[in-house]
C-alpha cells in the first residue's frame, strides 16, 4: 500500500473496531512542518491493522511502526520472554509469505512497563539511517505521562543530571553534575486534571534511561503504577501509566514526513475524556494541546 507522505491517524478511529477494520478515506491539503520543514500530504488510506496481536501502525517496504502494548519487551533480555520484535517478524513473514529468515532491526525501545509508538527497520539501510537520526535528534518523540501529583507550574523545562544504579536497574535525579551523571533535559505541560491524576505532556531533548519517570518523580509527579519511582500502588496489569503517543521524522529513504499516534491503551486515560488530545475539549476546560 502507498501511504505517499505522513500518516496521522484520526483520534476518533483509534482503537475502533471501524478504525481496525476498514480503509478509511481522509484527504487533505498539502501542509508544512515546521519541525522538520518538509512539505507533505497526508495518506488517501490511513488505517489501523490488528494482525496476529500486533497493532500496526505504518509500513512500507523500509520500515514498520506498531503500538507497544503495556508489560511486552521490544527486543529479548534474561527474562526469555517472547520479545514484540519476533512478533513482528512474524507478522511479516506471514503477510508476505517470506520463506526464509526476517530482517528486522531494533531501532529504539520502550520500557516493559510503558505503551506506545515502537519504530522497526525493515532494511539494512533504513536501519543504519535511523539510528543516525535518533543519535543526532533528528527524531521528534512525544509522551503522555498520567502523574499522582499536580506540578507546580503548569508548563516547564527540567533540566537534571541523571546517575544510574545499575544494580537497582534505577535513575537518581540531581540537581547539579555529580560524577558519572548525564545531564537529562524535558519539556512537560499540565494537559488536564482529574480529583485524583494529572495528564501531563513531555517532549523529550535527551533520552536517558528511565528519564521521564526519574525527572517526574524528582518534581513530586511520579507516574501513577510505577512503584520503582514512588508511586504508592502498583497499576492491575502491572504497567505504568506513561504512553509513547506520537513520533514523527523524516522518513529514512523517500523523505517524506512520518507523523504517527499511538491509541491509548485501556485504564486510567478514560477518566479524562474529552480532555485528551485530539478530542475536542469541554468549554470549561479551555483549550487541550495536542503532541503537534
Known sequence: MDFRGVLSIRPEYVGSPAGRAANLIYRAPPFFSPSLGLQCVQPVNPFIQQ??????????????????EPGEIVQGDKTGDRPLSETVKQYIKEKYAKPGQVFLGVVHRLDRPVSGVVVFARTSKALARLNAMFQQG????????VACGRPAEPHRTLVHWLTRNERQNKAYAHDRQVAGSKQAVLDYTLLASSERYHLLEVNLHTGRHHQIRCQLAAIGCVIK?????????????GSISLHARHIEFEHPVSHQLISVDAPYPEGVWKVFGEALPGAEPPEAQGEVSGCR
Open 225 to 237: 503504577g510505577d512503584l520503582k519511582y514512588g508511586a504508592r500502588r502498583s497499576n492491575p496489569d
Open 51 to 68: 494482525v496476529n496481536a500486533v497493532q500496526v501502525l505504518y509500513e512500507d517496504n523500509h520500515l514498520i511502526i506498531v503500538n507497544k
Open 138 to 145: 533528528k527524531v521528534r518523540k512525544c509522551y503522555h505521562a
